[in-house]
């Protein structure tokens, strides 16, 4: 589905916006605590290597204090709640005038809705989440519950060609590795390239399965949806 990678963009859309640094602020957490507390929190009170281990790529050590710091502060789910309609508020103020958007939460919502989820728990923990009811704000939802199945099927293709993620992520962002705690680039061979590459293909062929119960109209509106959303937010 050639969505998919404008799809992530989208879900990913609010996570450092002016607004939701300024509403975790107001909570009491700085911007990456409000996005490690409330992007995981849909995980519950748990240790910080579940966490770490549902998100990938960062360093443990970073997740762990970013974390435990920021669950003394706020309740996991509560952060993720507040989180989320962060989110929503996005949607709201962007995709009002988008025609169709409808269409897009439907197709959005079987393809959601068809995926087992085994060994995919934050994707899991981000669907059981309740949707709004006014289409701008699902739409936004929906988008990033799309983003969380394709990273947590990306996550499953990188351990199933038995690929570290430290070494996947010094792949993908090669720039962004201290972004994510590292604080050395680790060795990457031409082997793990190879393996890379064939997680990249793993991935998609997993997620055109997730999305092959839709018909010809949903995928034209799930397409359009997302180019026009892509569109608004300028991603």
Known sequence: MRATEAIGRIGAAFYFRSETVACGKEAGLDGFRFYVLGRGGVLGDVESDVVRAAF?????????????????????RDAARLYIG????????????IEGLDGFVDAATQVIGSVEGISMPLFVAV?????????????????????????SVHLLAIAAQALK????????????????????????????????????????????????????EQIDALVSGTEAMAAALGV
């Open 165 to 216: 993620s430290e070494v996947a992520h010094a792949i993908r962002r090669p720039d962004d590795i201290a972004m994510f705690g590292w604080t050395e680039p680790p060795e990457v061979s031409d082997q793990d390239h190879d393996k890379w590459h064939d997680a990249e293909r793993l991935t998609d062929e997993l997620l055109d399965e997730a999305y092959s119960s839709l018909g010809a």
């Open 127 to 151: 669907r059981a989440e309740p949707v709004p009811d006014d289409t701008p704000a699902a739409a936004m939802h929906q988008a990033m519950v799309l983003r969380e199945l394709r990273g």
């Open 56 to 76: 990938g790529y960062f360093h443990p050590g970073l997740v762990a204090k970013m974390w435990n710091s920021a669950r003394e502060v706020m309740a996991p």
């Open 86 to 97: 962060c989110a929503h508020d996005l949607g709201r103020a962007q995709f009002g005038d």
